[in-house]
């Protein structure tokens, strides 16, 4: 597979399981590798109700946005291992609910480089 090809498969991956868990697709994403790494920033969508609450309950807001992360790391770990056929090192995400940014780090056991010739 081409290096441009699997990048979209990865977004099309990373954004698919956003809509399954938060209902809502994201404004834009962008994918780099790094030898052993894949790199997703994610400009995403704020859910409406946990945003509204920010302002008077953070710490039930902000428990809330780890349980999220913690569910899109398990589906997307998931989602990468039957798209690989391979499971990943780690899937490591955090998100700043002011800036709607995220950052999704995924390590694997070898380079993007000798991965692609095998998907």
């Excluded at 902000?62 to 990468?80: H, V």
């Amino acid at each position: 597979m081409l290096a441009g090809d699997f990048k979209q498969e990865i977004m099309k991956l990373h954004n698919a399981v956003n809509i399954s868990i938060f209902g809502q697709g994201l404004r834009w994403q962008k994918v780099e590798f790094f030898q052993d790494k894949i790199i997703i920033i994610a400009h995403n969508k704020r859910v409406p109700a946990l945003n509204s609450l920010d302002e008077t309950d953070r710490f039930t807001t902000r428990m809330m946005d780890l349980a999220l992360l913690m569910q899109f790391k398990n589906m997307f770990k998931q989602e990468l291992e039957n798209f690989l056929s391979f499971e990943p090192l780690a899937v490591l995400k955090d998100y700043d609910p002011k800036s709607e940014m995220s950052m999704c780090a995924v390590l694997l056991d070898r380079s993007v480089e000798e991965l692609l010739p095998s998907i």
